[in-house]
């Protein structure tokens, strides 16, 4: 074990689990039609077979907002009662405001501070990281992080090398103080700058503002590196658990549950073959959401807690990785009983 970590001072959990993907679906046939790609190639490269798209009438703040009470909820927390909000997106409504503030507005909280972050598809390991000492420290006792991503709305829509792997959703978690030895254990992150440009929006910042060029070259959409991106994300996964379990002195075979980011199911298999976990104990839904960036772990883990699948003591570990290039990993006892949920499965 490294140092002191977090856990020794106020132990921060997951109190609450909410998350919101939208209606629409656009599966492997529906893009056989938009792009010379086939079901077959995009389940057996990806394991996708469907993802979610937002209509016209929605951005990512709507998403945020809606997974945000849904984890009030489920917390049995009113809106008020939130002390700070951090929203982890790659896709944010605007530059500025934030999509955290335009998502505090939506939940009707006015009084704490918000504010997003952005590490792109790690952003939810990220943000579980920064979050977990505002309440170890006591400085907040409950801090509302959500990962919410409108993916489809960068998405060049005739490249078929990334349009069929995005798709759209939010997920988020509320954290409180819990008992010892329970909650956020651990925390490790990573970054190489040396790896920006293996998958980017170039476009729209301040090095390439919005112009007819941008526009006319699709500058303004996700481009990536794909197999570049695979060959870290294998390596980069398991490194990083380690590390984080390290931390705190546990190792892979303490791990109840390991939630990495969905961004293909080839990688994910790889990942856990050379983390040597059991394939039980790996949750995958890529097959029903795609690539949903920051919101893919939250997504997953109310998926697991819905199922009525996590029970109080269990280890889970979550893995996010992407652009930047960045990755990190963070370590969480679940303190939570199945009876402490509102709406409990029958
Ligand atoms: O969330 C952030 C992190 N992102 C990731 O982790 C994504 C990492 N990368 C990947 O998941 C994979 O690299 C991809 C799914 C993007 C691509 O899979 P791949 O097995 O690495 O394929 P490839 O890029 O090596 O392409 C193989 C072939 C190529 O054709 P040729 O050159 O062999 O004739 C591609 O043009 O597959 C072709 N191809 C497609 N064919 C049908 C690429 N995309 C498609 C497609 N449908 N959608």
Sequence with gaps: MEGRTISELIP??????GSCVPEKTLDNHDLEKMVDTSDDW???????????????????S?????AGLKALADAGLEPEEVDLIIVATASPDMIFPSTACLAQRKMGIKDC???????????????LSVAAPYVATGDYKTVLLIGAEALSRFVDWSDRNTCVLFGDGAGAVVLQPVEKGYGVLSSHLAAD???????????????????????ANRLHSIQMNGNEVFKFAVRALPKVAKRALHKCGLTVA???????HQANQRIIDAAAQRLKISPQKVVSNISKYGNTSTASIPLALDELWQMGKLKKGDVLLFVGFG????????????????????????
Excluded at 62 to 66: C, G, K, N, S, V
Excluded at 120 to 127: E, L, P, Q, T
Excluded at 323 to 346: F, H, I
Aim: hydrophobic share 40%.
């Design 12 to 17: 921060a959990g997951i109190v609450g689990v």
């Design 42 to 60: 995009i389940r057996t490269r990806t394991g996708i077979i469907e993802r979610r798209i937002i209509d016209d009438s929605m951005s990512t």
């Design 62 to 66: 709507d998403l945020a907002a809606q």
């Design 113 to 127: 501070p918000a504010f997003d972050l952005l590490a792109a598809c790690a952003g939810f390991s990220y943000g």
């Design 193 to 215: 700058g040396s790896g920006a440009d293996l998958l980017k929006i170039p476009a729209g910042g301040a090095m390439i503002p919005g112009d007819e060029n941008s526009v």
């Design 254 to 260: 303490d791990v109840n549950y390991l939630i990495p």
């Design 323 to 346: 652009g930047g290039l960045t990755w990190g990993a963070n370590v969480v006892r679940w303190s939570r009983s199945l009876s402490s949920r509102r709406d409990k499965p029958t």
